[in-house]
C-alpha cells in the first residue's frame, strides 16, 4: 500500500507519523506542507484536513489526522509496535494521551516560540518551559524502570513520546540532566529505519525570513 504523508521537516507531530512509517519500512511519500507560510488555512487544505493541522496521512481510501490516530491505524496495519494484550494497548494509549496533551503540548509551543519567532523569553515561555519540565520529569521517571515506556519493546507510545525531543537546543533543554531519556532517545534512535526529522521530511531548512 502506498502511503502519502502531509507534513513539514519541522513538526514534530508529523515526525511521529513519518518515522513510524519508515521504522515499517512503508512505502511512502511525503508532501510538503507550507505551513509557515499558511498553507493549513487554505479552502485546499481544509478540504483534506478540516482541523487545519499537520500530519495527515493518505492511503487509497482512507484520510487520516492527528498523529495519535495515524500511529494506532499503522500499528495494526503492520503489526508493528503494537501492545500484546488489551490491557497493554490502553497503557500506550495513556501515554500517548499523556504526550498530546502534557509533553507535546507544552513542548511543541514553546519550542515554536524560541526557534520561530523573535519575541524572545516572557512570562509565556516561562510557564510553557514549567510545564514542559513537569512532563519530561514523569517521563524521566517513567524510563528509569524499564528501556521503554511500556515494557521491554518499543511502542508507539515511545514514538509519540519522542517525537519533539530531537531538538533539544531548539526546546531549551539538556539532555543531560535526564539521563533516562537521554538513554532511551539513543535506544529509538538505533532502530533500523531512524532518521533526523530535519533529513526524514521536506522543509528544512526554512527560506530567508520565514516563521518569523
Same mark, same amino acid.
Request: with cysteine.
Given at each position: 500500500?502506498?502511503?502519502?504523508?502531509?507534513?513539514?521537516?519541522?513538526?514534530?507531530?508529523?515526525?511521529?507519523?513519518?518515522?513510524?512509517?519508515?521504522?515499517?519500512?512503508?512505502?511512502?511519500?511525503?508532501?510538503?506542507?507550507?505551513?509557515? !507560510?499558511?498553507?493549513?488555512?487554505?479552502? *485546499?487544505?481544509?478540504?483534506?484536513?478540516?482541523?487545519?493541522?499537520?500530519?495527515?496521512?493518505?492511503?487509497?481510501?482512507?484520510?487520516?489526522?492527528? #498523529?495519535?490516530?495515524?500511529?494506532?491505524?499503522?500499528?495494526?496495519?503492520?503489526?508493528?509496535?503494537?501492545? !500484546? #494484550?488489551?490491557?497493554?494497548?490502553?497503557?500506550?494509549?495513556?501515554?500517548?494521551?499523556?504526550?498530546?496533551?502534557?509533553?507535546?503540548?507544552?513542548?511543541?509551543?514553546?519550542?515554536?516560540?524560541?526557534?520561530?519567532? *523573535?519575541?524572545?523569553? #516572557?512570562?509565556?515561555?516561562?510557564?510553557?518551559?514549567?510545564?514542559?519540565?513537569?512532563?519530561? !520529569?514523569?517521563?524521566?521517571?517513567?524510563?528509569?524502570? #524499564?528501556?521503554?515506556?511500556?515494557? *521491554?519493546?518499543?511502542?508507539?507510545? *515511545?514514538?509519540?513520546?519522542?517525537?519533539?525531543?530531537?531538538?533539544?537546543?531548539?526546546?531549551?533543554?539538556?539532555?543531560?540532566?535526564?539521563?533516562?531519556?537521554?538513554?532511551?532517545?539513543?535506544?529509538?534512535?538505533?532502530?533500523?529505519?531512524?532518521?533526523?526529522?530535519?533529513?526524514?521530511?521536506?522543509?528544512?531548512?526554512?527560506?530567508?525570513?520565514?516563521?518569523?
Amino acid at each position: 500500500m502506498k502511503f502519502k504523508l502531509h507534513c513539514f521537516a519541522q513538526s514534530g507531530n508529523a515526525y511521529k507519523a513519518a518515522l513510524m512509517l519508515n521504522l515499517c519500512a512503508a512505502d511512502w511519500e511525503p508532501v510538503l506542507v507550507d505551513f509557515f !507560510n499558511g498553507e493549513t488555512r487554505t479552502d *485546499d487544505y481544509l478540504a483534506l484536513n478540516e482541523m487545519g493541522e499537520v500530519p495527515t496521512l493518505v492511503a487509497k481510501d482512507v484520510t487520516l489526522t492527528q #498523529s495519535g490516530v495515524i500511529l494506532d491505524y499503522l500499528a495494526d496495519a503492520f503489526e508493528l509496535f503494537d501492545a !500484546n #494484550s488489551v490491557p497493554e494497548h490502553r497503557e500506550v494509549m495513556r501515554w500517548i494521551l499523556f504526550d498530546n496533551h502534557k509533553l507535546t503540548g507544552s513542548v511543541a509551543p514553546l519550542r515554536y516560540l524560541r526557534e520561530f519567532t *523573535d519575541k524572545g523569553e #516572557s512570562e509565556v515561555t516561562a510557564f510553557l518551559h514549567g510545564r514542559a519540565q513537569f512532563a519530561l !520529569n514523569v517521563l524521566e521517571k517513567r524510563l528509569g524502570r #524499564s528501556e521503554f515506556v511500556v515494557g *521491554d519493546e518499543p511502542t508507539i507510545a *515511545d514514538i509519540s513520546l519522542c517525537g519533539y525531543l530531537y531538538w533539544p537546543e531548539e526546546i531549551g533543554f539538556d539532555w543531560a540532566e535526564f539521563p533516562a531519556i537521554d538513554a532511551w532517545l539513543t535506544r529509538i534512535q538505533q532502530l533500523p529505519g531512524w532518521v533526523h526529522p530535519y533529513e526524514l521530511m521536506p522543509g528544512h531548512p526554512l527560506e530567508s525570513g520565514t516563521g518569523g
